[in-house]
């Protein structure tokens, strides 16, 4: 079984409508990210979090809100999408003991969300 | 923006040892340099990472020149499913931040 999982890995919806994305993780990882990616770029951090009471925004936070339920679990939610919101999504952990290794990340497969 | 520029695009044949580029000539003291690839779409993967020595994994090799502006990644039989886009990333140790830029695109052909 994969590590880090993404629900759903696909989603179509239409503009106006409230999504919920959602990342479980069974490394037992602290720190928990999610990253959005347009075509032909690279990841731009959304929202993460080092530890159940600790969330942060990253670069491009607006239009977004997340939710760690638990360790395991990292919500992302779009509460009103739009079509530029159309995007790959990928969450990640890490939990490296410390310094360098904290930068590893693991990464899910990515959910594709098509806004109309 | 990313602290790194990597060429946008390379070849390699298939067996053959693949090198990657990354210039970072603005790097500071205690940034580490780590590289990533992504294979279509999938999720990113890590594949190494250093500070000022050479290191190596059994996935690749990476070379940090003296000075650290510039650093190497080195695939040494590279195949098929090495097709990917490579990204170079400098960040501190421990930092939330990964800033990934575009990266380069390699292709191994047969």
């Known amino acids: 079984d994969a590590d880090v999982t993404q629900t759903p890995r696909n989603r179509i919806t239409k503009t106006g409508k409230r999504i919920m994305l959602e990342c479980s993780q069974t490394k037992g990882h602290d720190r928990m990210y999610w990253y959005r990616q347009d075509p032909g770029l690279g990841l731009r951090l959304i929202y993460y979090?080092?530890?159940?009471?600790?969330?942060n925004k990253g670069e491009i936070s607006d239009g977004y809100s997340v939710s760690r339920q638990a360790q395991a679990k990292f919500s992302l939610s779009l509460e009103s999408a739009i079509p530029n919101q159309t995007a790959l999504y990928f969450c990640?952990?890490?939990?490296?003991?410390?310094?360098?290794?904290?930068?590893?990340?693991?990464f899910g497969p990515g959910t594709r969300l098509t806004v109309l | 923006d990313a602290k790194t520029t990597q060429p946008t695009s390379m070849d390699c044949a298939e067996g053959r040892a693949a090198n990657l580029p990354c210039n970072h000539s603005t790097i500071s003291g205690n940034e580490y340099v780590y590289w990533y690839r992504q294979i279509h779409s999938q999720g990113p993967q890590y594949i190494i990472h250093g500070l000022k020595n050479n290191e190596t994994n059994e996935m690749a090799s990476l070379i940090i020149t003296e000075d650290r502006k510039s650093s190497t990644l080195i695939l040494p039989h590279a195949t098929l499913r090495d097709t990917a886009v490579y990204y170079c990333?400098?960040?501190?140790?421990?930092?939330?931040?990964?800033?990934f830029g575009k990266g380069t695109k390699l292709t191994v052909n047969p």
């Open positions: 979090s080092f530890d159940v009471k600790d969330i």
């Open positions: 990640a952990t890490s939990g490296g003991l410390a310094g360098a290794s904290r930068n590893e990340q693991f």
């Open positions: 990333i400098v960040s501190q140790g421990g930092s939330e931040k990964l800033v």
